[in-house]
């Protein structure tokens, strides 16, 4: 004999198919939701991922090393030594960190003026190793490099500097600049430099406030030699950021209490905030579509439901309860949902596969650079494919079904079997 | 002949099924809403990053000598070597109807030290009186007061406060190269602290009454470099430009006016992308309710297939009975959108009253260098509140062709026949 709990999903199972065209409107409704949504997180998680990845690169990396008064302070007096360094730097060598570390480049930065003899401007005046940050920050790259050339191994004395800074300057390729700041015992100094080089990025503030210098001379000029102020670390992916972040912390913690280990979301705040907005704005536009698709499943369903009247009271006659009457209901919203869900969450990423594999290029709709907390948005953006999104859109399958059937199938409760067998159609 | 009875046909039927029709409506309703607000808190977004971009230092209109942009040289003053009369000048714009105040400022960059410590700055001459009505820079005064005309007096951020570990009614030494080729210095004290936000900002900017700076560098009163105004409404800046500009030729003035949308077009372009992503989020919400609607449709018409036959037995066309259920359609757009209004007015109202503060969510951040208050707010989308009305009964119609049309060929005898 045919149990009751087989009986029930293929009565729904049945409806929805003998209704194929209003499962099919309303399953395309679905579809359309769930690949909107699809779409809207792999390139908003792909844009994410760029403008990380543009702003920890020009800012202080996935995770950085400095000591803890620093960024507060950005004095010079807030440096970490050679030995202090040598603590942290065992620890980003371990096995369960290493595999996550791409690359790595150590800084000394300070607050100066540029001085050139018709103005001068106030700068980060950024001491780096050549050949590391070359491949870190990439101001040396073709797009960013206006003129000249990035700084090489075996410099001493050049600048690498932003176009706006070198126009407010009046300085060109070979010109000299004097850069002031207040060196390791508090008195101004000064240190001469020619300019070999002059980069673009498109935010306005960089392009006239950052210098690139070789570390070396920069030590010698604020008698630091061997400090840092700053050690930025690049991780494989801004994924791993946390699992790193909470291995090295505590190794480091063990070793030294001077040594601060920041996150690029404490280090960037800004830039924080910004992907929270973005994601926020997400969040809102699914769930008003969500919204929609579900009034939109709500209808067919309830629009089935009295429509069977005579249906249901039939069944409530031959025995089924209440309880077993609202699961027929609430089966064939689920049903409905789950297969337009699940085909819709193919199509989403089968179009973003097949359309924007190669890089959604939004170039067109902007003539400038567009810069969201002091970075500039990549125009064009690779779609990135995570679980989380899969979990997400199953979710939302569920809650959609969930919502919609619920009320339905209280309504398939109220019918007056009575009234229901009496009626004839 | 009578008035056609199609219209009257089609509005009842929505009364027949009034749970259909208040479930079918209230998805247009909601459509209407959501795009009415999404687009309403975009252009929030949009105005916020307007007002706070040229609000707090920018100014919607600048006036210059020309060619003192972009390289801002300290000689490049208004008027040449001989300078101008600044109070004319300032005048001369202020006397346009959109400006709503002007404001003269003189430039100039050196050091402040306290002697212990010593950080670059950016020295703004400002008119202490005029500069308030014109940006926020002063108005953000965290501690201690403005500096007074003439008196030896600065106001620093709080970025180069705390670099120098300077309070209000401290010492400190201003040194600043002179345009005359000398280096101006001289003894200030610390009249108080402002905070933007913008960290550049807080951190480079030193403010010092203008005659005190003209002094400090060398420069009579007569030469300034810019004179700044804020006018009522951010676009309408666009506009008054050019009114400016003959005034000022008018006026036998040298100088070059511009507005924010020259001076800062990376917002500009981000407003324009903003209301390109208004459209699509139109187009998307109401894609979707599309479905919701035809499935309604195509139920209500199937129900009432023996009626469609009766009709045609009767030798009604087939286009009146497409033209009956699309009425239908478009009554049901007419509670839809008045059922919208009347959910989205007073959220809307409220909304822009008194915008909810999202600090728990996230902190302030940056839009196109803009300083953005972690704040939802709203701006009334006049234009889309049209067009999403538009775009609702476009959906109910479209949604209903398709069931109109089957309506339409109902065979009259096979439905009657019961077969």
């Known amino acids: ?425 | 002949m009578a008035e056609s009875p199609w219209w009257r046909i089609g509005w009842r039927n929505l009364g027949r099924n009034r749970r259909r029709t208040v479930v079918t409506a209230s998805a247009l309703a909601v459509g209407y809403f959501s795009v009415v607000l999404m687009v309403g808190l975009l252009k929030g977004l949009v105005a916020e990053m307007i007002e706070n971009g040229t609000g707090i230092i920018t100014g919607q209109i600048q006036v210059h000598a020309e060619g003192y942009l972009p390289d801002k040289e300290v000689y490049a003053t208004i008027g040449g070597r001989d300078g101008a009369d600044v109070a004319a000048l300032v005048a001369a714009v202020e006397v346009d109807p959109e400006v709503h105040a002007a404001t003269p400022r003189v430039y100039g960059g050196g050091l402040v030290s306290t002697g212990s410590a010593t950080a670059a700055a950016l020295f703004l001459g400002v008119d202490p009186q005029r500069e308030p009505r014109v940006s926020k820079l002063m108005r953000g005064l965290e501690r201690g007061r403005h500096p007074a005309a003439g008196a030896n007096e600065i106001l620093i951020g709080s970025e180069m406060a705390r670099t120098l570990g300077a309070e209000p009614g401290d010492e400190v030494v201003v040194v600043a190269p002179a345009i005359d080729g000398s280096l101006g210095n001289d003894l200030f004290i610390v009249s108080g602290v402002f905070h933007t936000g913008l960290v550049d900002l807080d951190r480079a900017f030193a403010i010092l009454p203008i005659d005190v700076l003209q002094f400090l560098i060398a420069m009579p009163p007569s030469r300034i470099h810019e004179v700044a105004a804020a006018v009522r409404s951010p676009w309408r800046a666009v506009e008054a430009m050019p009114r400016i500009q003959t005034g000022l030729a008018e006026a036998g003035f040298d100088a070059s006016a511009e507005s924010w949308v020259t001076l800062r077009p990376e917002m500009v372009d981000y407003a324009n992308l903003s209301e390109a992503m208004e459209w699509v989020m139109l187009l998307i919400i109401f894609v979707m309710a599309i479905f919701g609607v035809a499935n309604t449709m195509l139920m209500a018409t199937f129900e009432r297939r023996y009626e469609f036959a009766l009709l045609l037995a009767l030798g009604t066309a087939p286009w009146a009975i497409v033209k009956s259920v699309l009425y239908e359609a478009l009554a049901l757009g007419v509670i839809a959108l008045a059922a919208g209004v009347a959910i989205t007015a007073p959220v809307m109202v409220w909304w822009y009253e008194a915008p909810p503060n999202v600090s728990w969510l996230f902190g302030e951040y940056t839009l196109s260098g803009a300083l953005m208050r972690p704040v939802l707010r709203v701006e009334y989308p006049w234009v889309m509140a049209v067009g999403a009305a538009f775009a609702l009964f476009i959906t109910a119609v479209l949604a209903a062709l398709y069931p109109a049309v089957r309506a339409a060929r109902v065979p009259p005898a096979d439905t009657l026949s019961g077969r």
Do not use: C
């Open chain 1, 1 to 425: 004999m045919t149990k009751r709990w087989q009986v029930l999903p293929r009565l729904s199972w049945r409806n929805v198919r003998r209704q194929w065209r209003r499962s099919l409107l309303t399953g395309t409704a679905m579809m359309l939701g769930v690949a909107a949504l699809v779409f809207s997180r792999t390139i908003g998680d792909g844009a994410h991922e760029d403008w990380i990845d543009s702003g920890v690169r020009q800012g202080s990396g996935h995770v950085a090393v400095q000591d803890p008064g620093f960024r507060a302070s950005r004095k010079l007096e807030h440096r970490i030594s050679a030995a202090q360094w040598e603590a942290v730097a065992g620890a980003l060598e371990a096995p369960d960190v290493a595999p996550y570390v791409e690359r790595m480049t150590s800084r000394l930065e300070v607050l100066g003026l540029a001085n050139a003899p018709t103005a001068a401007v106030p700068v980060n005046i950024v001491g780096v190793d050549p050949a590391a940050e070359a491949e870190f920050s990439q101001l040396g790259v073709e797009q960013r490099l206006v003129e000249g050339r990035y700084l090489e191994p075996g410099d001493r004395l050049h600048a690498y500097v932003g176009r706006r800074l070198a126009d407010r300057l009046d300085v060109a390729l070979g010109s000299r600049l004097v850069l002031t700041a207040q060196d390791e015992s508090g008195d101004i100094a000064g240190q001469l430099v020619r300019v070999v080089g002059i980069f673009r990025t498109g935010v306005p503030e960089v392009d006239e406030g950052l210098v690139h210098v070789p570390l070396a001379t920069v030590q010698r000029w604020l008698g630091a030699e061997g400090d840092i102020t700053t050690v930025a670390i690049l991780l494989r992916s801004a994924w791993d950021v946390p699992r790193v972040l909470r291995r090295v912390r505590a190794r480091v913690e063990e070793a030294t209490d001077e040594v601060a280990v920041l996150g690029w979301r404490e280090a960037m705040p800004e830039l924080d905030a910004a992907i929270k907005l973005d994601d926020f704005w997400g969040y809102v536009f699914n769930i008003v579509l969500f919204v929609i698709v579900a009034l939109a499943i709500v209808n067919t369903v309830l629009m089935s439901v009295l429509y069977r009247t005579r249906e249901f009271g039939v069944l409530r006659a031959l025995g089924l309860t209440k309880r077993e009457t609202a699961t027929v209901v609430f089966t064939e919203g689920m049903m409905l949902t789950a297969i337009a869900g699940l085909i819709g969450l193919a199509l989403g990423y089968g179009l973003v596969w097949l359309l924007f594999r190669n890089g959604l290029d939004y170039s067109g709709a902007l003539e400038g650079d567009l810069t969201f907390s002091g970075v500039v948005l990549d125009t064009v953006v690779i779609p990135v494919y995570r679980g989380v999104q899969v979990v997400m859109s199953l979710g939302s399958i569920v809650a959609v079904g969930i919502v919609a059937s619920l009320y339905p199938a209280y309504r398939a409760t109220r019918i007056d079997v009575a009234e229901a067998m009496k009626f004839e159609a």
